[in-house]
């Protein structure tokens, strides 16, 4: 244990996902050890995320505008959805580049022993650009969603969970990933080739 600061410092790097109490002592120092340069500018860095960053108003994508690049992207297919569950499953996608449609970002999955049930998800948010309402109602009927959740556990609860609900839209296509991701990993690690498989192998539902 260090004191005052230091310690503190220390605690709330700890409390970051993938930061362990070694790893947070190491960036701790490195800060202490820092240009106030640097310093300053992580600062102004971590303000601006929590400042200038919003959430876009189709897909619920992290974006510097009212609408995120995928949505303001004209060339952009609007009749294809593809649903994950946190931004950075978006990236994901796109690095297989073989995706050329439109996102939904869930900003997380059906977790019922954390307290994450439909409400907290932007399922609704799904429901209606199905419906042709809200902020892209301007735009083409959905004539397909992909469903991408993560292949563990709560990914799947979640995926099982939409596909009753858009069984009953008219003329959709629901699919989900084809094999090539392994169980129980996530999204975000997956390789380029494996997700590109994945994506172009997709399944109906």
């Known amino acids: 244990m260090f004191e005052g600061p230091v310690q503190d410092l220390i605690d709330e790097l700890g409390r970051l996902p993938g930061v362990g109490p070694k ?5 701790a120092f490195h800060l202490l ?15 601006k995320v929590k400042q200038g960053v919003m959430f876009c108003e189709v897909c619920g994508n992290v974006s510097a505008a009212v609408r995120c690049r995928y949505c303001a992207d004209a060339r952009r297919d609007p009749t294809i959805v593809c649903v994950v569950e946190e931004p950075k499953d978006v990236l994901a996608v796109e690095r297989t580049r073989e995706f050329k449609g439109r996102y939904h970002v869930l900003g997380g999955a059906l977790d019922p022993l954390a307290g994450i049930g439909p409400d907290g998800l932007r399922i609704r948010e799904l429901l ?29 609860a979640t ?9 009953d839209f008219p003329g959709l296509s629901v699919t989900r990933l084809a094999s090539g991701l392994p169980m129980g990993g996530d999204l975000e690690f997956a390789d380029e080739l494996t997700l590109g498989r994945a994506l172009s192998g997709r399944r109906a539902l």
């Open 23 to 27: 790893s947070a002592q190491r960036i």
């Open 33 to 47: 050890a820092a240009d106030p340069v640097d310093v300053t500018r992580l600062q102004d860095v971590l303000q």
């Open 128 to 156: 209606a650009r199905l419906g042709g309402t809200g902020p892209a109602s301007d735009e083409a009927d959905i004539a397909e969603v992909i469903i991408a959740t993560d292949p563990n556990t709560e990914g799947e």
């Open 159 to 167: 995926a099982t969970y939409l596909v009753r609900l858009l069984r």
